[in-house]
């Protein structure tokens, strides 16, 4: 059941009231049929994560967004500095962005992602709305963008583990990580991103490729816009000066500089003024635009647009291949992973875990077109197909999977990959025997295997009791005999069994023994062997059977009259 709660993030983060707030879990569905949002890192008493895969894979592997690139744009920072607040603001411009008042009623209470004034936290750990948006590109393109919002850095309840973890998996999760800064780009602030980011510097020089990508430091609450102005130009001047390098810096100051630049494709800053002291000092504050300073207001318009327009978002790059919603979630399975032990990992096992997740998602994406064209071939509704011809086509498409999986960039190298190749292999065999099982299902005459293998086996065993007991080999005879009734009696009691439905365990057998004594050898090989045993010993059945004898004598007597 939905739990509604109630309260306020120091900059304005108030509750959405009792209609608007949901914990929102995997075992249950959406309360009414609205957007929610829907916690996916679940962090334990025991400051363990947990992954809620369940929620997870509804909202990305949704039909109609999983084979999408996926847009990750996630909030993270220091708690209670309004993260969850402006993330309810671009809620409102993906569901309004067609319309210039997409800030909506200025009356209107914020609704969205819980928030809340004070100072205790709100959010903890990863949150995602549950509404996966599809945006066209300017090169018609149609991208699926995810909005996550995170729980925020070093409160009182949280220890360094805690948000280094957050923090770094948002970051390696999202293509746009927005770092939400209070009043200044402070050097603690800068050294905590580089602790966050360590582990992508140490990735970086395995695979020579940035791993991050787009870092947006967003101000609030700037106090000096006499220095440099609020927006996006003041921002990119204010962070060259914070991130410059130079050489009377001491080596400690440089390398962190150093690190956030090696990190990130993309950095970039946006200084925003402070939004009123109603927002910040009313305990009533539900989020009306009515009451938020207008200078706040003028550069939201700006922001929010900047950040989530069409030209502007970047989609999710790893190892320079795009991801879509589905490998995303293989990306996040495989990194909470590292993070769910005792200590951090070390930044190697990140690499490590990235090739993993970049190898499954390729398994993942070959596995969906063999499954695909399989089911073309010989699908639900499709007719029974010769087992030569599947097999054939099994071959082809088969083949085309293992090039899609080889054609995919992957990290680990080579010898890392090959297992993933193996494991392709393995796995798209397993489904063929499915595949054929299906197909032979369709076959009318499949049925009719058993009591042809038994009838096979009567005929041989009459025509070999025949033959040595015309020889006087008396016990194999006697064998054959038995073997014969003993064949029938299972025909019978088989027919019986498929009439009746009684004793289908006994049924089961039957046919896998005549399942294995049809595998010996086709019916060709069997009639084969017959009729060799017929034509070699044509004079033994004269003399062991006087029907065709008295019969064959008729014939010469004819032809001496002619």
Known sequence: MAKHRKDRDSWGEWSLGDKNVYDWSSEEEEPDGRARPV??????????????????????????????????ISVAGAFRKGKSFLMDFMLRYMYNHASESWLGDRDEPLT???????????????QIWSEVFLVDKPDGRKVAVLLMDTQGTFDSQSTLRDSATVFALSTMISSMQVYNISQNVQEDDLQHLQLFTEYGRLAMEETFLKPFQSMIFLVRDWSFPYEFPYGQEGGMKFLEKRLKISENQHEELQNVRKHIHSCFTNISCFLMPHPGLKVATNPHFDGRISEIDGDFLNNLKVLVPWLLSPHNIDVKEINGSKITCRGLVEYFKAYIKIYQGEELPHPKSMLQATAEANNLAAVAAAKDLYNKKMEEVCGGDRPFLAPSELQARHGAIREEALQVFRGVKKMGGEEFSRRYLQQLEGEVDEVFVQYIKHNDSKNIFHAARTPATLFVVIFVMYVAAGITGFVGVDIIASLCNMILGLALITLCTWAYIRYSGEYRELGAVIDQVAGALWDQGSTNEAFYKLYNVAANHRHLYQHAFPGPQVEEGAEERDKKRD
């Open 39 to 72: 916690q996916v890192l679940l962090v334990k008493d025991d400051h363990t994560f947990e992954l809620d895969e369940g929620a997870l894979s509804r909202i990305l592997l949704a039909e109609e967004v999983r084979d999408r690139e996926v847009v990750a």
């Open 112 to 126: 969205g992602f819980s928030w809340r004034g004070g100072s205790e936290r709100e959010t903890t750990g990863i």
